[in-house]
Structure formats: C-alpha cells, structure tokens
C-alpha cells in the first residue's frame, strides 16, 4: 500500500496512472486547494492541520511509504483547523513556512519519519518521466552555446545556493532573466522576444534540493512557451528533472530546432 500526498498541476495523473497499471494498491491524501482528487474513490481531502487524522489513516491502510507529488500550495496558518497532532506539530511547520514551500516540505518528511513512515522518490513507479544523460533532439548546441551551457549552469548554481531559483535564462552570453517564486513560466513570459532563436533556458534542481518531493519539472508548455521568445533551447539534470509528456516535447522541439539535452 502507497500513500500519496497531492497536490496541483499534471504530475500527479501521471503517477496515478502509473500505479494503478501496475496494480499496486494506494490512497490518495488531497493536498490541493479545491479538491481536485473528489472523483477518485481512494482519496481523502484533509486539512493538513489535521495531522492526527493523517496520521491515523495512514496507519489504518497499513502504509509505511509514501510519496508527494504535484505542487503544494502553502497553507495560510490562520486559517488551518487544527486537530490535537495538528496542534504539537503546527509550531514547526509554522516556522518553516517562513522559508517556503519546500520547507514546509522537509518538516512534513521529518515527522512522517519520526512516526516512521518513509518518503519515497516521487519518480519511483515512473522512471520514464526523468531523462538519462544525452542530447534528445536533432538540433544540437553549437561550440558558442556549449560555452554558454557551462557558464549559465555556474551562474545558477552560484544563485540557487542562498534562494530558491531553479532555473535562468542565458543569451549571448548573459543572464537574462531568472526564475522568482513565481515559477518559471512567468520567468520566460518576462523575457523580450527575439526574431532571431538563441538563448538558452536551464533548469536544475537547487542545491541542497529534497529530491524525493522536489524534482524540477517540465513540459509541452515550457518548450511552447520558450519557442515563442526565441529561445533555442533546454537544458535539464539527468535522472533528476521531471518532464512530461515526454515524445510530444521531443516532437515538438524537433519541428520547431530547439535543442534539449540532460547533463
């Protein structure tokens, strides 16, 4: 039995259907705003305050792993109702909320292990969804964008190890834009469009990243969104960023010469 905590966005179907093609058995803890999951007769919307209650069901379907997956939203902390676990643990959660998402994050894991259950890579039953180290598609980086590579991924690491920027923008050999809590949807959307395709958009975990709970992700949208600014092409971690729907990306960025390669 598998306990999968839920949030927004696509990736959690994705695992969904994974699992129950390999009929392996699991319920759903709805992390989501409006529950989303309302259709699926294994799944529980909880307040996450009600840490107790979460806690006792996940000892009533004899888990002892689970895995989160999809973006979940912080919690306004006025506003969770609370049970008496809720109570003893909300004081460390509402510390962590101040750090953010991801902190919020290492504090469920944590006392999820205390109670000893474990927190299992979100990409265990879909190890397609991430990508071995290669270039995925026909166009590939010319000399000047190999150099560019290498130096937009120094910049990034140099900025992802005091925040929470996953990802930057490099064009002619500049960084242009990077990413902001906002996601990098609206990072890309910020960036002045070029007649002429170059720039280089990389996306890598941040440093110190939970990789369990927090692989970067991408998708048709980021590839769709890239091309329209001019960008020629992505570059993500092998075996560690999330991409979905991963032949239509490679279609698509085959047709329109953008190059994706997993370092």
Same mark, same amino acid.
């Given at each position: ?6 949030g927004e966005?696509?990736?959690?179907n ?11 058995? *699991? ?25 107790g ?14 895995i ?12 969770l ?7 003893f *643990? ?9 750090k953010g ?16 259950? /474990?927190?299992? /890579? ?13 270039i995925?598609?026909k166009?590939r980086p ?37 990413e ?5 949807k ?6 002045? /469009? ?20 927090d ?6 949208d ?11 092409g ?17 279609k *698509?960025?085959?047709?329109n ?7």
């Amino acid at each position: 039995m598998i306990g999968l905590f839920l949030g927004e966005k696509d990736l959690p179907n994705e695992i969904i259907e994974k699992i129950e093609k390999k009929k392996i058995k *699991y319920f759903i803890i709805d992390l989501t705003k409006n529950n989303k999951f309302k259709k699926n007769k294994h799944s529980f919307f909880i307040n996450i305050g009600k840490f107790g209650e979460i806690l006792n069901l996940i000892k009533s379907q004899k888990c002892k792993k689970v895995i989160f997956a999809g973006n979940i939203v912080k919690p306004k902390i006025s506003k969770l109702k609370l049970d008496l676990r809720g109570l003893f *643990y909300i004081p460390r959660i509402v510390k962590a909320s101040k750090k953010g998402d991801a902190a919020i994050l290492k504090v469920l894991i944590k006392i999820l292990s205390e109670n000893k259950i /474990k927190v299992i /890579k979100l990409n265990t039953f879909n190890p397609e969804l991430t990508l071995k180290r290669g270039i995925y598609t026909k166009t590939r980086p010319t000399l000047f964008e190999k150099e560019e590579i290498v130096k937009g991924i120094k910049e990034l690491k140099k900025i992802n190890s005091h925040n929470h920027t996953q990802a930057v923008i490099i064009r002619d050999n500049k960084i242009i834009s990077r990413e902001t809590r906002k996601g990098t949807k609206v990072m890309i959307k910020s960036v002045t /469009k070029s007649k002429i395709k170059k720039g280089i958009l990389i996306k890598l975990p941040k440093t110190k990243q939970d990789l369990r709970v927090d692989l970067p992700t991408i998708g048709i949208d980021t590839f769709k969104d890239c091309n329209e600014i001019g960008i020629k092409g992505i570059v993500i971690k092998s075996n560690q960023n999330i991409i979905l729907n991963k032949e239509a990306c490679i279609k *698509y960025a085959n047709q329109n010469k953008l190059f994706l390669i997993a370092i």
